[in-house]
């Protein structure tokens, strides 16, 4: 279990995995959400910079992507 790397996230990131979360339930369950793309690039966004301003660490970054971007680490 990972969740450990979800404690502490800082408030601006937390805001924007719920955005995500709601677009995927959308998404998942057969709507049409066409914010989706918006979502997605400002988690994206956020994650890498909440890692580059060293407020979480390159774990719970790839730990956030694969999670909620659905990201595969090369």
Not at 23 to 50: P, T, V
Request: with cysteine; proline share 1%.
């Amino acid at each position: 279990d990972n969740s450990y790397l979800e404690c502490g996230l800082p408030d601006f990131l937390q805001t924007s995995i719920h955005a995500m979360t709601d677009a995927w339930h959308k998404l998942d369950n057969g709507q049409e959400y066409l914010r989706w793309d918006c979502d997605y690039c400002n988690l994206q966004s956020d994650i890498n910079s909440a890692e580059v301003n060293q407020l979480i660490s390159t774990e719970q970054a790839w730990y956030l992507r694969e999670k909620y971007l659905r990201m595969e680490r090369e």
